[in-house]
Structures are given as structure tokens and as C-alpha cells.
Nanobody, 124 residues
């Protein structure tokens, strides 16, 4: 069974940092590109960042470029999202997702498995 478990969310002041982690089942992680998405109250879920299976290719949304960094540790079956210079508009539930392909994508429908989400709240 595929499992994606996020952790690392919390409350932080504007300008602060958080690192999200997503642990995946080994069978899923070994062949999957991974992504992070977020959903703020009253808004649709949106793409944040993605990384290829090998980790050689990454892509981030314009709204987080230069502030957020996605990475993965294939030995630990874990993907990370380092978030720096956080803004109140970054407040959302953050979701980890995996797709059954090594190539990264930026649309929700391209992802096959989802975690339960972790809340990130940035206070002004």
C-alpha cells in the first residue's frame, strides 16, 4: 500500500523558515517523481515544487522561487521542502504527492498518490 506521510509543519513568524518532510513507502519512492502542493482556505490546491526521480531536475512555482527548495534523499525514501523567507500568504495545508513516473510534472492530475497534508501557518 502506498503511504506518504508529511511532517514539519507549524506556526512561524513572517521571515522565518520551516522544513517539510515526506516519507514514502520504498516501492513507491524508488520510481516516482515527487511534488509538493498547497491549499489555502477557500482556494484551490496549487502546485509548489516538484523533483524528478533522480533528483537532477526540479521546478518551482514562480511564487516561491528563490525562497523554497525541494530535494530528496533516495536512501531515506524522503522528499523535503525547505521554506525560507516565509510570508503570510504561504499559509496553507501542504501536501506531498507522488506520480508513477520518473519525470516531474506540475499539475494535480498527473499525481497518483497523496499524503494527508501538514498545516503551515505564517503570522505577520
Amino acid at each position: 500500500q502506498v503511504q506518504l506521510v508529511e511532517s514539519g509543519g507549524g506556526l512561524v513568524q513572517a521571515g522565518g523558515s520551516l522544513r517539510l518532510s515526506c516519507a514514502a513507502s520504498p516501492r513507491t519512492f524508488s520510481s516516482a517523481a515527487m511534488g509538493w502542493f498547497r491549499q489555502a482556505p477557500g482556494r484551490e490546491r496549487e502546485f509548489v515544487a516538484a523533483i524528478s526521480r533522480s533528483g537532477d531536475t526540479t521546478y518551482s512555482a514562480e511564487s516561491v522561487k528563490g525562497r523554497f527548495t525541494i530535494s530528496r534523499d533516495n536512501a531515506k525514501n524522503t522528499v523535503y521542502l525547505q521554506m525560507n523567507s516565509l510570508k503570510p500568504e504561504d499559509t496553507a495545508v501542504y501536501y506531498c504527492a507522488a506520480r508513477s513516473s520518473p519525470r516531474l510534472r506540475t499539475t494535480l492530475s498527473d499525481y497518483d498518490y497523496w499524503g494527508q497534508g501538514t498545516q503551515v501557518t505564517v503570522s505577520s
